[in-house]
């Protein structure tokens, strides 16, 4: 894809998303995600979105797999397709165990294999183009409707995109897929050594083509001619991600344990914030995340152009309200947007 351009919202005020994400169509980015959380919901912000920009595509960034029902998720998705003509983009996680138990009461085992079967759903019930009855069997969902229950597609492809960080789960995105959403604390070499040829592996074991599949992730971007500042930012973030133990793989992959245990320690026994971002060190920083100066980010930004097919440019929304309130996020979505911009 050349050139591509994509940024993730990371805001409570769905009136300023909206406002941003006419900045960033008229800056001539390409596509642009929202979170789904209980605080932000996708599908209603994608909606609001879609109606009030004319060419940008989008997406949730990411829908978590097992919150909605399958027919919510596939409803949903066709609704935000038509309402666009055919902008969406629908990017899918499974989720980690803590974010499932806390979101639904729920534990959902075999992660990788719901999700594909989910998918597999998805796609049969957009195919019925409500002119056909679903009757679908299988070992995680077991669903039938009447065709006058079910939506009426503008497209019987949606592209899916999953979110993913094991090998598993990578190459079950290389299998059954459109394209890699990625994560938000891949470093190069994880990118080079594990996420790429992951999905090579699912993408030969289905028999599909490389050019027919995009590979992205959120690459935490943190803009200031503040530098320091900028850094600070993307800390917390880094920190916030990294602290969860079913990520800790990826600290062990880069060599930093000695940061792992800090992170964590901080975060689950302080509970504090700014001994997490302590925590996080200059070369977490300079190895997961575009922070600096708009020159330096723009520069470091070719690093990733040469590795995926279009990093997705994630700002910073975590940490104490005092030192990253909503202002600073914001701002740094319309610096980063200014920055990129065609």
């Not at 909606?47 to 399958?70: D, L």
């Not at 077991?142 to 597609?153: E, G, I």
């Not at 992170?263 to 509970?271: G, L, M, P, S, T």
Request: aromatic letters at 10%; charged letters at 25%; proline letters at 5%.
């Amino acid at each position: 894809m050349a050139d591509f351009r994509a940024i993730i919202m990371q805001l409570d005020d769905i009136h300023a998303e909206i406002r941003l994400a006419r900045m960033a169509e008229e800056a001539r980015f390409d596509l642009v995600w929202t979170p789904d959380t209980p605080r932000s919901n996708a599908f209603v912000r994608l909606a609001a979105i879609a109606v009030n920009t004319k060419r940008i595509g989008f997406g949730p960034g990411i829908a978590r797999a097992f919150v909605r029902g399958p027919l919510q998720i596939a409803g949903g998705a066709a609704d935000l397709d038509r309402l666009s003509g055919g902008r969406l983009v629908l990017g899918l996680g499974s989720g980690t165990p803590r974010q499932n138990l806390f979101e639904t009461g729920q534990r959902f085992d075999r992660a990788a294999a719901r999700l594909n079967e989910l998918i597999q759903l998805l796609r049969h019930v957009w195919a019925l183009d409500g002119e056909a009855s679903l009757d679908f069997k299988g070992e995680f969902y077991t669903l039938a409707a009447q065709a006058s229950l079910l939506p009426k597609p503008l497209r019987k492809e949606i592209p899916i995109y999953v979110a993913a960080v094991s090998p598993a789960m990578l190459r079950l995105t290389g299998r059954v897929a459109d394209g890699l959403a990625g994560f938000p604390c891949y470093s190069l070499p994880y990118l080079k050594e594990v996420v790429l040829p992951s999905i090579e592996a699912g993408l030969r074991a289905s028999g599909r083509s490389r050019d027919r599949f995009k590979t992205t992730m959120w690459l935490i971007t943190s803009i200031s001619e503040n530098r320091a500042r900028a850094r600070r930012d993307a800390a917390y973030q880094i920190g916030f991600y990294l602290a969860t133990r079913t990520y800790g793989h990826l600290l062990d992959f880069n060599g930093w344990q000695e940061e792992k245990e800090a992170i964590q320690k901080a975060f689950f026994e302080r509970r504090d914030m700014e001994a997490v971002a302590d925590a996080v060190s200059d070369r977490m920083i300079d190895a997961l995340a575009l922070a600096g100066t708009p020159d330096e980010c723009r520069e470091r930004y070719k690093r990733y152009r040469e590795v995926i097919d279009f990093p997705t440019l994630y700002p910073p929304g975590v940490g104490p309200a005092r030192l990253l309130p909503q202002e600073r996020v914001q701002e740094n979505l319309e610096t980063i947007i200014r920055t990129f911009a065609r």
